[in-house]
């Protein structure tokens, strides 16, 4: 019996679409099965950290790191201290207002703040150093605009961790 001719090309049409489909699936799978995980810190703890102080910063960034995409908000903020080290012992008794706790110290470099509220969420207050702005143009831009005075200023950093 003879074939017809379109036969053949309806055929490998027909694989050629299995064959697709399998790879999508396959492809969806493997993408679904080794996504990273966003870890970012509730909107809720940034705006208590905005509370504390006039902002004079804020950047965002992100780093993979196994699986995971660590997103870490940075603020450099005037708590109206005199001095790096009297802005950072104001920042923490703020944010102990708020239920912040330290967890670490490593003072004069920097204090580690939990808060039962936000069980995930760490806060890293330190002293501002400018060299931390080097690459945030904006950043070193507000800090002449809003003629802050670098030596008084604080950072907080804001992340989800584990």
């Known amino acids: 019996m003879a074939m017809s001719s379109h036969a053949g090309p309806r055929r490998r049409r027909a694989r050629l679409a299995r064959i697709n489909s399998l ?6 799978l493997f993408m679904s099965g080794c996504g ?20 004079i910063g804020e950047s965002t960034s992100d780093g993979i790191w196994e699986d995971t995409n660590d997103i870490v908000t940075t603020f450099v903020i ?18 102990g207002r708020r239920g912040w706790k330290i967890s670490h110290t490593n ?11 936000w069980e995930s969420d ?3 207050v330190r002293p501002f150093d400018p060299v931390e702005v080097e690459n ?5 831009e ?21």
Not at 79 to 94: Q, R
Not at 142 to 162: C, D, N, Q, S, T
């Open 122 to 124: 760490r806060l890293v």
């Open 107 to 117: 003072l004069p470099t920097s204090v580690t703040m939990e808060s039962p509220k």
């Open 78 to 95: 005037d708590v109206g201290g005199e001095s790096g080290p009297e802005s950072v012992n104001k920042a923490i008794d703020l944010l």
């Open 142 to 162: 507000e800090i002449k605009k809003k003629r802050a005075r670098p030596a008084a200023l604080v950072v907080v950093w804001a992340w989800e961790g584990a």
């Open 36 to 55: 990273y995980t966003t870890w970012q810190v509730d909107p809720a703890v940034l705006d208590e950290v905005r509370s504390i102080g006039r902002v």
């Open 136 to 140: 945030e143009p904006e950043i070193k």
């Open 23 to 28: 790879i999508l699936l396959v492809a969806s």
